[in-house]
């Protein structure tokens, strides 16, 4: 194109860009053929006037363009001559063209191992209720959310009197926690041993970068929640599996001293919800006496055992504070209140404060200020008695489905409690094409085998009910025997 020519018409389907006011669409448009080359350097723009009527554009929105072009050096103003384009971008032009038209490839940024192996653990995340039988849901539709919108509606009254928590959280929040976990899980805590978090997950990971350098060795139980396995294996630990049997974790003679840490969830495995018995816990709290190691109690599930009260935790027994007990409302609550907490020895509260503050900051003050009045409100407490019941119901619903429809295929899994069940498979099923299949026909229940690390994986299935009433259930139930009967 010369220098003397200017094709106004290509430039107006270029000003149809929505959300953008006209100016900017022609100073975009103008741009952009001024890097592709297709104005070249010295090219004569028309005056404003005629440019407005062959765009059907006000002259105040070229001229404003214009502007914009002459601020960033796209164009110079000759007196007495008019506007050109600059002889400046004429380098720029054939590299941004090339640049513009390149393929977009995938980028081969060089990341840090930490975030490869995050990266490779992410393909475990499902969203929240996409599925039936989706384990890990709670009863989404029973959240008393008038309830929860007054415990609200109070912390944003009161926030202004507390504009930052401490380090540890709110002080409200964290008596409340003291005081629920003294009572109902025997735990040994005061609030100031508290540190409050955006979910367990976070402080369980936290937890784990601060006592295990890369390569020191810790107990991870076989079969794992995906949360634990995934942040043992992004801080380059080295993983020692122990076996979960009838009693739970199997910590072995011959593997004592062996491991700087242990994770465990003593209160029920995740995911076949085994119990670990008080003569193994007494065993595991000794070895981390003798040891001097450090034991993560993930107590998962808890609150929703069935047959007989709650069991005391581990840290309830433990005499040497080696125990950091980890609990989170996200699962007994709702998925979005996301606040989790650690109750930690005397000797380690300073550090992982300080630590926390410099790698995470502190949780944001108004849910912890309606947590904590929810929960001296006594709503909590009451959420949970009734969601234990209703759960109770849910579950005795599903093993009487799975019964009537999928007995001579599947094999319970004892459990005291939880919000799932889990099935061992027949042989010759495989566990990942049943739920690949079940996912098909929206039914979110997870295969057993992915939560084993070692080669020697159980097939089966892990089933949701907490969150699914009657109806679902069965919709549910009968989609997987149509799978199963044409296996």
Known sequence: MSKNEFPSELFLPLLQEANVPRYIALFRALRQSIIEGKLIAGAKLPASRPLAQSLKLSRNTVKSAFELLLAEGYIETRRGSGSFVSDSVCVAGPTANVIQNRPVTKSSAKLSNLAERLNWQSHHKVPYAKYLLEPAIPALAEFPWIKWQRAVNYAGRVMKH????SGLGSLQLRVQIASYLQVVRGVN???NNILVFSGSQQ?????LQLLLDPGESVFVEEPCYFGIDGAVNAIGANKILIDIDQQGFNLKEEKQHQAN??????SRNYPLGTT???QRRIALLQWAKDSGSWIIEDDYDSEFRFDGPPLTSLQGLDSAQRVIYAGTFSRILHPSIRIGYLVLPDQLVQPFSCAKALMQGNVS????????QFMAAGHFSSHVRRMRKLYHGRRNLLQELVAQYLCEYLTLVPSDGGMHCVYLLGA?????????RARALGVGIKNL????SSDNKSQGIVIGFAGFNEQQQRRAIRALESIFSEY
């Open 162 to 165: 507390e504009m930052e928590s």
């Open 189 to 191: 805590c005061h609030e």
């Open 203 to 207: 402080a369980i990971y936290l937890s």
């Open 261 to 266: 840490l242990a994770v465990v969830t003593p």
């Open 276 to 278: 670990l018995s008080l």
């Open 365 to 372: 003050i108004l849910p912890q200020l309606a947590l904590a």
């Open 428 to 436: 010759g099923y495989s566990d990942k094409v049943i739920c690949q």
């Open 449 to 452: 085998s992915d939560y084993y």
